[in-house]
């Protein structure tokens, strides 16, 4: 459905939605910590802050990012704040947000409060892992984007030089995160092109509706790929078992991309992650997966609501 719709630049609404729904997943999480907020402001600022001659900005391509910087200079400091909204080109729809603190009593504080976190990460002394997680979301909150994984796997956060490349590089690597480096004209890019990596980072930042997403591509891929293999050598029940496990995993899939997991009762999207987790398993290991485990005809009872839920989704088409 969403992959005929294409839009003017060739990518279609599906490719867009993945990054964007990335990003918009980022922007709503707000750290409770004060820690964790003053380390997800200074991710932004490393890439996208200045010092100006009367003050200080922070620029955001999106208004996702734009919108958590202001959010959390309020939090963090109460300052005085300004939003200015530029169109980036001539014949360009995009616009730039800048976030701007005007010259006023308490913004050195502001500036060294954030640059006191970034030297510090940048000498390698990188603290507790819930303020690296945050600075990690503000980065990439300003400079990160996916490709939709149906198309294929690739993540990306473009930096402007190979010290903050760098930085990123290893702070991923705190938590056995390994990207790929390159430079790209003027621009120093970080890149993961592995599912499972880019699983763990998204999981990391909070992405938690993408990861489902993710998963279950990546879950159907795996399978179609299976189902090739086994159509010459298997018997005719596995098969059936294997094409209910597909089925399956396509109506979670179609929830997820629609009404979203969160629409699920608690019982159904327990079972929907088990399934995407498992695909190979019959209906009674799944049942025992569970606490307190549940009979085969329980899982069946659930899978089957699944199915309902996915049909009428398809009806309302
Ligand atoms: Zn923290």
Redesign the pocket.
Known sequence: MYEKERGKWGISHAEMGFSRGIRDELARIMPE?R??QL?ELAGLAYVDGLIVADGYEVVAGQAAAARKVYTLFKQLYQPYLEIKVRRRAQFNKHHIYVVRIPQQPGLVRITKSLEGVQRRYLRGRWG?A??RR?FLRGIYLGRGSATNPNKNYHLEIVTDTFQQAALVQSCMETFGISPGVVQRKRHVTVYLKDAGLIGQLLSLLGAHTALLKLESIRVLKEMRNQANRLVNCETANMDKTLDASLRQVENIRLIAETKGMDSLAPELQEIALFRLQYPYASLKELGTLLDPPLSKSGVNHRLRKIDRIADDLRGED
């Open positions: 910590r820690c964790c380390a507790r819930c303020c945050a």
